[in-house]
């Protein structure tokens, strides 16, 4: 699969998430590396349907493991019971009888049975697109706890600047986006504070929260 072609800043729809300041982030739109072609997640469906018509046709549709051989870190096709929904992924751990599966383009983790991995068949073009979403890390220190974190950040759109990647991990900030301003302003307020602040001294930056709101910077104390 190509290489994503990211921009300096990039809207993402968080699908999933990890650890506190972990998570997942479903691309508005992917571009293909030397094309000014575009998609959106709304192609996810046609890539969804390409899949359906490729495998449920063939009574035997060929199998990532077809022998012994490790398939770590392959791509293959796996489809979800609960929706009937036909998905890409790779391989990211092998146990005995199972596999650990990552959903490309929506960030989660699975085990699975190593003969429910379907493998890629030549006549796909979809499939070999880029995926539909980066895992990131945000540089801004979370101290919430996992489980709302999670509850903070998933199904939300927000506006991140892309920093460097780290074994396939984005450090990201936020932008100044008024979309963020409520994330931002939970994760400020849960980081520990002195019970006073000196006299004569101004708040650590980490007590600070800063907006911009029509190109002019504003500064908000957070009590």
């Known amino acids: 699969m190509p290489p994503l072609n990211l921009a300096a800043e990039e809207s993402l729809f968080v699908s999933d998430a990890g650890t506190s300041g972990y998570f997942f982030g479903q691309l508005e739109e992917i571009r293909l590396p ?70 490309i383009d929506f960030g989660n983790t699975i085990l699975i049975p190593r003969n429910k991995i379907l493998s890629p068949i030549k006549s796909l073009t979809r499939f070999c697109h880029p995926p539909y979403g980066i895992h990131c890390k945000l540089e801004e220190g979370v101290t919430l706890p996992s489980q709302k974190w999670k509850h903070l950040i998933v199904d939300r759109w927000i506006k991140v600047k892309i920093g460097r990647c780290v074994e396939g991990i984005y450090s990201v900030t936020f932008t100044c986006d008024l979309g963020n301003s409520i994330i931002a302003t939970k994760i400020q307020n849960a980081v520990p504070r002195p019970n006073a602040v000196e006299a004569g001294k101004l708040p650590h930056i980490s007590n600070l929260l800063l907006f911009c709101v029509h190109g002019w910077l504003e500064m908000y104390v957070i009590q």
């Open 34 to 103: 030397n094309s000014k072609t575009g998609y959106g997640l709304t192609d996810l469906n046609d890539l969804a349907d390409e899949l359906k018509n490729a495998y449920s046709t063939q009574a035997n549709p060929p199998l990532l493991y077809a022998g012994s051989e490790s398939r770590l870190g392959h791509h293959g096709v796996v489809i979800w019971e609960e929706d009937g929904v036909y998905y890409r992924v790779r391989v990211t751990k092998e146990m005995a009888n199972e596999v650990e599966i990552l959903f």
